[in-house]
């Protein structure tokens, strides 16, 4: 067996016949110490309980074993994991760009994408752009960032202060629903738009 092999098989405990050891310090499915026991004892108490026994602490003296159901423990941890994979995923920081001396039509504009962002439970990294002189005057972007904190603080809160960055400011916008309550009341927003619709269409008809 090359040292590769062995490596492969280290990643998954051993479980039932495969712990060949005299004897294991037993816990019980809750939790519960057992104590040490023969490990011939342990298989038949698993057997008995319709459970596997798991090697959770092999390099221990005696190595310590769990009576568990071990298909349900693998499959649990499969969720959990994939689970906050998702939640990685779902965290996304949108970013909007602003000059320190904006027209108030251009601030209209990039204010709604800060807004609409924030609604779908996004952040928002807002970086402010300070260019030639500009940068003498970092007031400016305080400023600009301070006014858009306010106009949007029904949506987001500010998760970091302005701070600058070389020829930039940056402020990061947190919305105040999370992804997933968003995307339930946009759901809901549409269907109660749809059952207007038909209600609507019924009535002219």
């Known amino acids: 067996m090359t040292d590769n092999e062995g490596a492969d098989i280290s990643v998954e405990p051993r479980i039932n016949d495969r712990i060949r050891v005299p004897e294991v310090r037993l816990v019980g499915p809750n ?7 023969r490990v011939e004892d342990a298989l038949r108490l698993a057997a008995e309980a319709d459970l596997d026994l798991v090697e959770v602490a092999p390099m221990a003296k005696p190595p310590v074993a769990k009576l568990m159901d071990y298909g349900k423990f693998k499959y649990e941890a499969a969720m959990k ?11 996304i920081i949108k970013e909007i760009k602003l000059r320190p001396k904006i027209d108030p039509h251009d601030y209209g504009t990039k204010k709604g994408h800060v807004e609409r962002f924030l609604k779908a439970g996004d952040k928002v990294k807002v970086t402010i752009m300070f260019r030639g002189r500009e940068q003498s005057r970092p007031e400016l972007g305080f400023r600009l960032l301070q006014r858009l904190a306010e106009d949007v603080a029904e949506l987001g ?6 701070k600058q960055d070389g020829r930039n400011m940056i402020m990061v916008l947190g919305p105040t629903k999370k992804k997933a309550e968003a ?23």
């Open 31 to 37: 939790g519960e110490q057992v104590g040490i026991v």
């Open 81 to 91: 994991a994939r689970e906050s994979r998702k939640n990685q995923v779902n965290t």
């Open 157 to 162: 809160f500010v998760e970091s202060a302005p």
């Open 183 to 205: 995307r339930a009341e946009d759901r809901r927003r549409r269907e109660a738009e749809s059952k207007t619709d038909a209600a609507e269409a019924v009535a002219s008809e």
